[in-house]
């Protein structure tokens, strides 16, 4: 049987390779994105993506200006102002983050859900979910055919692995590689702004990113994610409720719903071993966080108590270990799985985002302007990792600026976090 043919052949439809499928579409590169799933239920869709400047210009570039627009109309805000106070809710005078230019558009803040309704939206055809890729072969001829769990195949000019943290695609062309266990365990959870206003929970947590950070233990950032329904509404079936998350219960995948949300990390075992935690529910998680800080200020403890117990997780922090260098080959990988970090600067996904404009632009260079397939990728090779390790590494250093912070009480500015 003929394996088909396709120019660019992208593994993974996250936030990167949705990106990168639009800008090469935008531009006549014929693509294809591969995906596993049908439907994106890890947990962390549920939550918002911190956007910023590098992402969002990589947007306006790669998307068609219509789509565009709706990201910008649709994004849900988070609170401009921010504080921070002890665990007797008395404010303290903390030394203030330092600024990063990026930040200038911090109160950007992408509901998954949504922000991939609008990167789905025109792929039509050219987006292939529950493909899983399993392997790929490079031929004599230089193009390379890659497998799928389902015995299907394509055969490409360049194979790119958007396919995330635990990437296929970069276990074989760089088994060595290495994403390791930080020993950090975060908990999260949320609540609708509906029902922080019936549990009168203080005005304070609606408008204002607030940093807890306790004489000692450690901190819980709170802050909140503002939808506009009105955007919603004039943007038909961008910002509805997905119909793919109908059965699941509570609202932790409803992207139409304002909510406060907080998150929090511990050392391994400080909340209890991995085998028990694995095993406990959202209320007994909470119960165990509260067990924690039950001195705390009943103002605080009032938005852990009222969390939604089907919007509470806790997650391993993972990151890779950054400095691989490989040979340019066709084979190339962007986002998460090549880069991925702790999400203590929010930088993930920005950083995914912000590759597939990179990419996009040599390949349009390459197949547009002349310039040689190799010499196009080896320079996207370059710029990625340059800025992608970089965020690896101060990913990794806010982790442990924050949860050193968290065993000497208040030792550092950036003891919490807003993701
Ligand atoms: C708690 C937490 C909070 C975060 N907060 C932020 C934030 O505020 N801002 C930010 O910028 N980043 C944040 N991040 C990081 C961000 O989520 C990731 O960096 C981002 O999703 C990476 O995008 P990606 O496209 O590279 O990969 P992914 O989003 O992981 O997408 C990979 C895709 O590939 C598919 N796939 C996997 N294997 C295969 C296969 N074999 N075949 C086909 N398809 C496959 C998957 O189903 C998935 O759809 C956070 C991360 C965590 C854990």
Sequence with gaps: MAVPFIDVAIIGGGPGGLTLAHGLRKNGIETAVFERDHVRADYVQGFRLRIRQRAIQALETNLPPHLFEKFLATVGKAPRKRVTLDEHFDPIDSAAPRPEPEDAHDDKSVSRITLRQILLSELGEIFHPGREFVRAERQVDGTVIAYFADGSAVRTHVLVGADGANSKVRQQLLPDFKIFDTGVRRLAGKLTLQDATRHGIAPLFLDHGVSVRPRSGH???????????????????????????????????????????????????????????????????????????????????????????????????????????????????????????????????????????????????????????????????????????EAVQSSLSAMLNNTAAGRTSRGSPQAASAP
């Design 219 to 389: 901190s819980i950032m709170i802050t909140s994610h503002h939808v506009d329904p009105e955007a919603y509404a004039r943007y038909g079936l961008i910002g509805a409720d997905d119909p793919s998350y109908r059965n699941t219960a509570g609202f932790h995948f409803n992207n139409t719903t304002s909510y406060i949300w907080w998150n929090t990390a511990y050392e391994l075992d400080e909340l209890g071993p991995d085998s028990v935690l694995a095993t406990l529910d959202g209320t007994q998680l909470l119960d165990v966080l509260l067990e924690k800080i039950g001195h705390w200020d009943k103002r605080i403890l009032s938005v852990i108590r009222h969390t939604d117990p089907s919007t509470v997780a806790y997650l391993k922090v993972r990151s890779s270990q950054p400095g691989a260098v490989w040979e340019t080959g066709p084979v190339t990988l962007l986002g998460d799985a090549i880069h991925a970090m702790t999400y203590f600067r929010a930088l993930g996904g920005n950083s995914a985002i912000y590759d597939a404009g990179l990419l996009a632009a040599e390949l349009v260079a390459a197949r547009r302007h002349g310039k040689p397939l190799l010499a196009a990728l080896h320079d996207y090779e370059n710029a990625m990792r340059a800025h992608g390790y």
